[in-house]
């Protein structure tokens, strides 16, 4: 019964992501919560995702491939929607872009080490990053519709720059790793 459920989260984060694209499209602040309230749809399907495919022993190889993809996806597509959007401006594009860059620095580096039989698992710091990263694209995603005493926009712009700089570190620690056996 649950033999493909964690690969059936994965795929409902990736059906989510255009439903938060269309999200942006509609008018007042009705579309902030409806945006917000597919990507916590999302970012939910991301923690259970992980956590059923480890409690029933289901780790598949297309789980594997399509996690990270998902991941990817809907955090690439609403960092690019917030900015396209202008909830994420000014100096906070570039940690954005940090955030961004990393993403896909980490993948190239996955699939090149995937091709030499190396595996990178996930550190615990970069569990937390993306914790503070999910948190930080949901308050941006609330944004102006927050009730005044929640200053969604402050909270989600200095959490995104916490996980900005916890992804420059990991980063590095993942490009560490990886350069050891690039060298051999």
């Given at each position: 019964?649950?033999?493909?459920f964690?690969?059936?989260?994965?795929?409902s984060?990736?059906?989510?992501?255009?439903?938060?694209?269309?999200?942006?499209?509609?008018?007042g602040?009705?579309?902030?919560w409806?945006?917000?309230s597919?990507y916590?749809?999302?970012?939910?399907?991301d923690?259970?995702d992980?956590?059923?495919?480890?409690?029933?022993?289901?780790?598949?190889k297309?789980?594997?491939f399509m996690?990270?993809?998902?991941?990817?996806l809907?955090?690439?597509t609403?960092i690019?929607?917030?900015?396209?959007?202008?909830?994420?401006?000014?100096?906070?594009?570039?940690?954005?872009?940090?955030?961004?860059?990393?993403?896909?620095a980490v993948?190239?580096?996955?699939?090149?080490?995937a091709?030499?039989?190396?595996?990178?698992p996930?550190?615990?710091?970069?569990?937390?990053?993306?914790?503070?990263q999910?948190?930080?694209?949901?308050?941006?995603?609330?944004?102006e519709?927050?009730?005044?005493a929640?200053?969604?926009?402050?909270i989600?712009?200095?959490?995104l720059?916490?996980?900005?700089?916890l992804t420059i570190?990991?980063g590095w620690?993942?490009?560490?790793?990886?350069?050891?056996?690039?060298?051999?």
């Amino acid at each position: 019964m649950f033999s493909t459920f964690p690969n059936t989260l994965t795929s409902s984060r990736i059906i989510l992501v255009p439903f938060i694209i269309g999200s942006f499209y509609i008018e007042g602040h009705i579309g902030n919560w409806i945006g917000f309230s597919f990507y916590f749809l999302a970012s939910i399907t991301d923690f259970f995702d992980g956590y059923f495919a480890r409690k029933l022993n289901q780790n598949s190889k297309l789980g594997k491939f399509m996690d990270p993809i998902a991941d990817k996806l809907l955090v690439a597509t609403t960092i690019l929607m917030l900015v396209a959007f202008d909830r994420i401006h000014d100096y906070s594009i570039l940690a954005a872009v940090v955030i961004l860059c990393r993403e896909f620095a980490v993948s190239g580096l996955r699939e090149f080490l995937a091709d030499l039989k190396v595996s990178v698992p996930v550190t615990f710091l970069a569990k937390w990053k993306t914790t503070l990263q999910m948190f930080a694209l949901g308050f941006l995603l609330v944004g102006e519709a927050s009730p005044e005493a929640i200053p969604s926009i402050l909270i989600g712009t200095i959490l995104l720059w916490i996980a900005a700089i916890l992804t420059i570190y990991t980063g590095w620690d993942y490009l560490r790793a990886g350069l050891k056996h690039m060298e051999e």
